[in-house]
């Protein structure tokens, strides 16, 4: 039969408009968050990071807001652009069992940015 | 800097033919992971190196994929025998420490098997 992929949420908006992307993380003991753009045929692009003692963290253009009461992270894009098209993935930084750390990503969010 | 480097950027094989893949992480960067990306699952971690030790490889599918680290440049992933629902983009990364810091990803190696 055929194969059922993720299917991704998709979020259009206008060039010049602002951009909001969300993501919801699954291990409260997480300490630490990334966002990630990735470009068609690419590798997924470091955006901003944001520790867990933090609530917001601006960039350029970038903000990442973290709710760690309902595990909730967004990402916003001011006046986006056309080059912002690209998948974007959250990230949550978790303690491995027998040390160290591994990232788990999100399934991602396709932003279109209309002309 | 050169960021992280994989080869070969495409790989198409036939079923049953060894694989390997390819990876220099960044200089002066002491973890290095494999990731896989498909449609069907997404972004999936498979090994993860800290100074060229393999912490965890609870994400290796099974006995046909192995991956070496054999010094601080150069990792290899490797698939015997591959087989097609192997096929994907296999991703690497690097990033110093092991905590809090940025994966940086190559722009990884899309594997078709026949």
Partial sequence: GESVGLH??????????????????SNSASDYFIWYKQESGKGPQFI????SNMDK??????????NKTVKHLSLQIAATQ?????????????????GGNKLTFGTGTQLKVEL | DAGVIQSPRHEVTEMGQEVTLRCKPISGHNSLFWY????????????????????DDSGMPEDRFS????????????IQPSEPRDSAVYFCASRVGTGNSPLHF?????LTVT
Avoid: H, W
């Avoid at chain 1, 056309?82 to 027998?98: K, Q, R």
């Fill in chain 1, 48 to 51: 901003i990071d944001i520790r």
């Fill in chain 2, 67 to 78: 991956a070496k680290m054999p010094n601080a440049s150069f990792s290899t992933l490797k």
């Fill in chain 2, 106 to 110: 190559g722009n990884g190696t899309r």
């Fill in chain 1, 57 to 66: 963290r601006q960039g350029q253009r970038v903000t990442v807001l973290l």
């Fill in chain 2, 36 to 55: 896989r990306q498909t449609m069907m699952r997404g972004l999936e971690l498979l090994i993860y190196f800290n100074n060229n030790v393999p912490i």
């Fill in chain 1, 82 to 98: 056309p080059g912002d098209s690209a998948v974007y993935f959250c990230a949550e930084n978790m303690g491995l069992t027998g």
């Fill in chain 1, 8 to 25: 991704l949420p998709t979020l259009s908006v206008q060039e010049g408009d602002n951009s909001i992307i969300n993501c919801a993380y």
